[in-house]
Nanobody, 125 residues
Framework: QVQLVESGGGLVQAGGSLRLSCAASGRSFSRCAMGWFRQTPGKERVFVAVIDWTGDREYYADSVKGRFTISRDNAKNTVYLQMNDLKAEDTAVYYC??????????????????WGQGTLVTVSA
């Protein structure tokens, strides 16, 4: 059974940093793109960042560009999201996701097949 488990969320002051981790189990995703999305109450889940299967290509939402960095370790089947200079508007539940289709990259949530349970990030002003 494929499973994604996020960790690293929490409460941080504005300007601070957090690092989210997402460990995949059940199969290897070394040929698959992995991404992060976030959601606030009453709103749709939105794209944050995605990384291709090699780790060489990264794409970011404009709102986080220059502050967040996505990375992956295929040996550990894990994807990370380093979040710096956090702002109150970054407060959300963050979800990692994997696209089961090999060798493609998309920023659309509909392209991703397996999702983690989410981890809450709260940024205090």
């Amino acid at each position: 059974q494929v499973q994604l488990v996020e960790s690293g969320g929490g409460l941080v002051q504005a300007g601070g940093s957090l690092r989210l981790s997402c460990a995949a189990s059940g199969r290897s995703f070394s040929r698959c793109a992995m991404g992060w999305f976030r959601q606030t109450p009453g709103k749709e889940r939105v794209f944050v960042a995605v990384i291709d299967w090699t780790g060489d290509r990264e794409y970011y939402a404009d709102s986080v560009k220059g502050r967040f960095t996505i990375s992956r370790d295929n040996a550990k089947n894990t994807v990370y999201l380093q979040m710096n200079d956090l702002k109150a508007e970054d407060t959300a539940v963050y979800y990692c996701a994997v696209d089961h289709k090999p060798y493609v990259v998309s920023t659309a949530s509909s392209a991703f097949d397996t999702w983690g349970q989410g981890t809450l990030v709260t940024v205090s002003a």
